[in-house]
């Protein structure tokens, strides 16, 4: 199984929306839930939101207005954009496989994007 | 600031055994959902180390042991080494987020 692939501008301006893609190799994509996770600058992870195969989301309540999460299963990719940027949204973000779901653990991950939001 | 806590420093010297500790409530680690552990070395993607409150992950050492009870977890490093020194995350489930909690991380010194 290959790490995911991840991709994405990395530098954004405030209100402006982020589009990151995480592309997945190998047999996993339909039996897992894939989760995006940030990392701001020195401080810990944040897990944001995950997709499933077939479309089903879950996503952080106090993310949910600004945060879509979509999936393309011909290409096997899937994608978060994340609208009504903030300096707070400064971080870097991984793609992660789930054994499961968001309940279970991550265990693999994307190489990191970083974004930067700044004027 | 997290709904699991973890100290944010533990340090030990070569060889030493040291232990991590990973605090939650009763609506994730409390609530029964399982804990599991990540390191990560500076400037890297976190890897697995501990998964469903017990069980490493392949290829990680037997040096590193996880447990449960409660409300809270563990990690627990014996025969510390050099390499050791990185950065430690216990992550949940917390029914009131519905979705996925991580500890503040914890920083591994060696001495």
């Known amino acids: 199984q290959e790490q995911p692939q991840q991709w994405g501008a990395g530098v954004l301006k405030p209100s402006e929306t982020l589009s990151l893609t995480c592309a997945v190799n190998g047999g996993s994509f339909s039996f897992s839930y894939w989760s995006w996770i940030r990392q701001p600058p020195g401080k810990g992870l944040e897990w944001i939101g995950e997709i499933n195969h077939g479309g089903h989301t879950n996503v952080l309540p106090s993310l949910e207005s600004r945060l879509t999460i979509s999936v393309d299963t011909s290409m096997q990719h899937f994608s978060l954009k994340l609208n009504s940027l903030t300096a707070a949204d400064t971080a870097v973000y991984y793609c992660?496989?789930?054994?499961?779901?968001?309940?279970?653990?991550?265990?693999?991950w994307g190489q990191g994007t970083v974004v930067t939001v700044s004027s | 600031q997290s709904v699991v806590t973890q100290p944010p420093s533990v340090s030990g010297a070569p060889g030493q055994r040291i232990t991590i500790s990973c605090t939650g409530s009763s609506s994730n680690i409390g609530a029964g959902y399982s804990v599991h552990w990540y390191q990560q070395l500076p400037g890297t993607a976190p890897k697995l180390l501990i998964f469903d409150n017990t069980n490493r992950a392949s290829g990680v050492p037997d040096r590193f042991f996880g447990a449960k009870s409660g409300a809270s977890a563990s990690l627990a490093i014996s025969g510390l080494q050099a390499e050791d020194e990185a950065d430690y995350y216990c992550?949940?489930?917390?029914?009131?987020?519905?979705?996925?909690?991580f500890g503040g991380g914890t920083k591994v010194t060696v001495l």
């Open positions: 992660a496989k789930s054994l499961g779901s968001s309940r279970d653990a991550f265990d693999m």
């Open positions: 992550q949940s489930y917390d029914s009131n987020l519905s979705g996925s909690v």
